[in-house]
C-alpha cells in the first residue's frame, strides 16, 4: 500500500484517472469498488492520569474483508475482531473517545491483472480529497518477501518513478505469511503521514 503523488498541474481525480487509464492500456480490468476506512479513538483523560500518556487506537474496516473490523495502536499490535466490534467501542466511551472530525478513508476501483489485484483510491477526510492511495497484492504468493522483486516491476509498469520502497511491515515478517493485518498496518501509516501533510502549511504547493 502506498501512496502517489498529485501531478503537476492536476487534480487528485486527474492524477487518479491518469492512473486508470495506464492500468487499463496494460491489460488490466476493472472488478468493482472497495473501501478502507479509519476512525480514531485516544484515551479518555481519566486514564491519562495514571502516569501513562494517553494512546491512539485507529478502528479501521476494509471492503474486502466485510465481516472484520480491524483495531490497530501506533507501533502495536492489530487485533482482527468480527463487524460487532464497532458497538464494543460505543460501550467503552470510558476508556476510549471517538476523534470524530479524524475519519479518513480510501475509497475506488478494483483491478485484476493476470495474478495481481490493484485496488485505486481516492483519499478523503471530510468532504475533500486529500490524496491517492494505490494497494497492489500478488494473488499465487502468501510469502511477502518472496514476490516483492515482481511486485515492483509490475508497480514501475504504472507508476513510474512513484513506485515505492519496501514496506515497514515486511521488515519484521521476513518468511512468515502474509496476513490482511499487515495491509491495515499499511493503511494506518498511510492515512497518518497523509494527515500530517495536512496539518503542514501548503503554501506554494499547488
Not at 19 to 47: I, P, S, W
Not at 99 to 115: L, V
Not at 136 to 144: K, M, W
Amino acid at each position: 500500500v502506498s501512496q502517489v503523488p498529485v501531478a503537476e498541474g492536476k487534480s487528485v481525480q486527474q492524477t487518479v484517472e491518469l492512473l486508470a487509464r495506464r492500468l487499463e492500456a496494460l491489460g488490466a480490468d476493472k472488478q468493482g469498488t472497495f473501501g478502507v476506512d479509519c476512525e480514531t479513538y485516544h484515551t479518555a483523560a481519566a486514564l491519562g492520569t495514571q502516569g501513562q500518556t494517553g494512546k491512539l487506537m485507529y478502528v479501521m474496516h476494509n471492503s474486502e474483508y466485510p465481516l472484520s473490523c480491524f483495531a490497530l495502536f501506533e507501533n502495536g499490535p492489530c487485533l482482527v475482531a468480527d463487524a460487532n466490534f464497532d458497538t464494543l467501542m460505543v460501550k467503552l466511551k470510558g476508556f476510549f473517545q471517538n476523534a470524530k472530525a479524524n475519519k479518513i478513508e480510501s475509497r475506488g476501483t478494483r483491478y485484476q491483472y493476470c495474478d495481481f489485484l490493484v485496488k485505486l483510491g481516492t483519499v478523503t477526510m471530510g468532504p475533500s480529497a486529500r490524496g491517492i492511495s494505490v494497494e497492489v497484492e500478488y494473488c499465487p504468493c502468501v510469502i511477502a518477501n518472496d514476490c516483492w522483486n515482481l511486485l515492483m516491476e509490475f508497480m514501475q509498469s504504472f507508476m513510474g518513478s512513484h513506485t515505492p520502497g519496501i514496506p515497514s511491515v515486511f521488515g519484521s515478517k521476513h518468511d512468515s505469511t502474509y496476513s490482511p493485518g499487515d495491509t491495515m498496518v499499511q493503511y494506518m501509516e498511510l492515512f497518518n503521514k497523509i494527515r500530517k501533510q495536512q496539518q503542514v502549511p501548503v503554501a506554494g504547493i499547488r
